[in-house]
């Protein structure tokens, strides 16, 4: 048998993965595993560590990127200053942090705030998870 390519090596160590998944936490973990890794493109050489840390990379990156489209619109559309805007940076914050601490998630805040203004705000599939 000659050297595997690239693309074969990784299917061995795929099937490799799911049967060790399956030997040592069940069918239902390495299934939500997959799930999980799918919709972020994760590659199975990475620790459940590894994959945490990325979320939390991920949650801040996008919660940072929201912040600053939410202060430009306050600035530029309602004439927020600096102390308006800053109490609602601190607002923003605490929300955030209850987000990256896992006390809420995306679907718990989007919920809330259909139930208490009647909006509904689409989210990307992948935040409905968590």
């Not at 430009?72 to 914050?93: P, V």
Request: with cysteine; glycine share 6%.
């Amino acid at each position: 048998m000659g050297k595997l390519s690239k693309e074969e090596a990784a299917r061995f160590q795929g099937a490799a993965w799911a049967l060790r998944m399956v030997e040592e936490k069940g069918l239902e973990a390495a299934q939500k595993d997959l799930e999980q890794r799918g919709i972020r493109n994760m590659p199975l050489a990475c620790s459940k560590a590894d994959v945490h840390k990325f979320e939390l990379y991920e949650k801040k990156n996008t919660l940072a990127t929201v912040l600053m489209m939410a202060c430009m619109t306050l600035h530029d559309e309602y004439g927020f200053g600096f102390d308006r805007m800053n109490r609602f940076i601190n607002r923003f914050n605490t929300k955030t942090e209850c987000l990256v601490d896992g006390y809420v998630n995306w679907k718990d805040m989007q919920e809330t705030i259909r139930q208490e203004t009647g909006l509904l705000i689409p989210l990307p599939d992948a935040f409905m998870e968590g």
